[in-house]
């Protein structure tokens, strides 16, 4: 397997690769300069377009510009030691860390980063290229729009919508629907500005 994403991230990623006995072969990154990485070789370009991949690059953003341009098959990485609903779904390239729990019907598209110790509870929806920072807590049936992402310690309450490309700070508190594109701190969560 191939890991897109040189950095720290990734190395997070190649953790969960070998607790899953995945043989990693390199990691690709466009940054000529870094040749090595925990102990992994760099590649610049993909060499064995047979060969799975996952993007391990932590801004939602770039994970979407990679996805849309590579044509290798792309896998999900699950931690063993989550906990996870024989009832989700967890989408291609998504990846999800140690102490993440997943409850009964969630759903989780592709590219995702579900982080260490998050809490996602019954029926939420979570868009592609979501990142869900540790700790933070989703409370039943919420939805969370494409690329947005929710930051470390940050909690939501049942029933809310958050739009697409959305910024939570850390340690926010949800209480009503957010809209796209908005950037959302405090507790209670209040908007701050828009993304453009």
């Not at 040189?6 to 940054?31: C, L, P, Q, Y």
């Not at 990846?95 to 982080?115: K, L, Q, S």
Request: proline share 3%; glycine share 12%.
């Amino acid at each position: 397997m191939y890991l897109f994403g040189a950095s720290g991230h990734g190395k997070v990623v190649a953790d969960i690769a070998i607790e899953n006995g995945i043989e990693i072969t390199a990691f690709i990154d466009h940054d000529v300069n870094k040749t090595e990485c925990y102990g992994f070789p760099v590649i610049h370009n993909i060499i064995d377009k047979e060969k799975p991949l996952i993007i391990t690059i932590g801004d939602n953003l770039a994970r979407k510009k990679i996805a849309e341009k590579i044509a290798n098959k792309v896998e999900k990485l699950i931690h063993p030691k989550s906990i996870i609903s024989h009832t989700s779904k967890i989408g291609k390239g998504t990846v999800v860390m140690g102490g993440v729990t997943i409850n009964a019907d969630g759903f989780i598209g592709e590219h995702c980063i579900i982080n260490t110790n998050s809490s996602i509870d019954h029926e939420c929806h979570i868009e592609d290229f979501v990142h869900i920072s540790p700790n933070v807590a989703l409370a039943g049936n919420i939805y969370i729009g494409e690329g947005s992402h929710i930051g470390i310690g940050a909690a939501i309450i049942q029933n809310i919508n958050i739009g697409k490309w959305c910024v939570i700070g850390a340690g926010a508190v949800i209480l009503k629907d957010v809209p796209d594109y908005s950037v959302v701190v405090g507790n209670p969560g209040r908007i701050i500005k828009k993304i453009k």
